[in-house]
């Protein structure tokens, strides 16, 4: 149910964006293109260590805003002893969601996810990546009213709002649309720079 959820939701939000994205449509759609949208994002940010508590695993940080929080660290991360006050981490989030139309009838509904971890005795690293892989098809489209219906592989269907024309223009019921979603995060523990 929890898998069923998250397709459910990923599609959602793929499928609001075509509205919603920070990267414009382009000023005149050619509607004989078959439908292909992508979206990506990247953000980087740091923080530095207040307070680490090995027993408990926690480590204190404050932002560049001076804002305290605590996290928990998870047993995977075994470098968590050189972490030490003052360190600073960085960690960079980016995802990528591209829509377009998939082969009639092909079914997917797949989650990859890949680990890296720093070698032991380093300094604390990782790179973690997940993409999930979902298909639906379109059961209706409400061209005056940007609606689509689409019917995901476990059966549950929803009514999403399409806000961009060029967009709709290129499907009608009976298509099957693929949504492909990629987050990925790299953190990395690097020590205080000194004062000169």
Known sequence: MKSACKVLVIALLALNMFACSKTPPPPAPDTTTPLTWQSSELKTTVATVTAVNLKARKVTLRSPEGRSFTIHVGKEAVNLPQVKKGDVITVT?????????????????????????????????????????????????????QLVKLEFVD?????????????????????????SYIEAVDIAVTKKAKRK
């Not at 973690?128 to 005056?144: E, M, N, R, Y």
């Not at 059966?155 to 949504?179: E, S, Y």
């Open 93 to 145: 989030f980016s995802r990528e969601l591209e829509v377009f139309l998939a082969e009639p009838g092909e079914q997917l509904n797949e989650q990859t996810v890949v680990l890296a971890t720093a070698k032991p005795g380093s300094k604390p690293q990782g790179v973690g990546v997940a993409q999930t892989i979902v298909t639906a098809k379109i059961l209706a489209v409400d061209k005056p009213n």
């Open 155 to 179: 059966g549950t269907d929803v009514v999403v709002k399409v806000q961009n024309p060029a967009n709709i223009d290129k499907v009608k019921a009976g298509d099957t649309i693929a949504i």
